[in-house]
């Protein structure tokens, strides 16, 4: 049985709080983002040794700060730096834009990723528009077009 809440607060930038104050030990943030999972009602909880309790999530559990174009076993791939300091690759299937042209994508077993601006402005280097006016990630000469909420990004 989960635990109702441990009053641990995770912002949209991807800061995370326990009560008012921030957690700046960054060991015990990256330690405890690894171990997020999420409920069937959609409430985000941490699992971890065995005790499990629900935890409060302004927008996404994680958040990408940075991202870095790279070269993996000959094929490309974008590497994102999530903001508790863990790495992990884009699926480019997974690009949401949503209807405030915030990005996002899916990551460590299907939760979602919320894009800082920083990172979005380093993603959007890559990203370009076809013919018929849809956004794609070009990588390994394969596109992978950006949804969007409203079925079309503008």
């Known amino acids: 049985m989960i635990e109702e809440k441990i009053n ?3 912002d ?27 409920d069937d009602h959609g409430r985000y909880f941490i699992d ?11 927008d996404t559990p994680y958040v990408v700060t ?9 094929k490309e791939a974008i590497l994102l730096i999530m903001s ?6 884009l699926d480019p299937t997974t690009l949401l834009m949503n209807d405030d042209n915030v990005l996002y994508c899916t990551v460590k077993d299907g939760l979602p990723a919320r894009f800082r601006r920083q990172s979005y402005y380093q993603l959007a280097k ?3 528009m076809g013919e018929d006016g849809r956004y794609f990630l070009n990588l390994n000469n394969k596109k992978y077009y950006i949804k969007c909420n409203k079925g079309r990004c503008e």
């Not at 949209?12 to 999420?38: C, P, Q, T």
């Not at 971890?48 to 302004?58: L, M, N, P, R, S």
């Not at 940075?66 to 000959?74: F, L, N, P, W």
């Open 48 to 58: 971890f040794q065995g005790e499990q309790a629900y935890i409060e999530v302004e």
């Open 8 to 10: 641990i607060r995770i």
């Open 126 to 128: 890559f990203i370009e």
């Open 84 to 89: 508790h300091g863990s790495k992990d690759k």
């Open 66 to 74: 940075s991202i870095e174009r790279i070269v993996d076993d000959g």
């Open 12 to 38: 949209k930038e991807g800061n995370w709080f326990y009560g008012d104050a921030e957690m700046f030990r960054k060991d015990i943030v990256s330690l405890l983002a690894e171990h997020i999972k999420r």
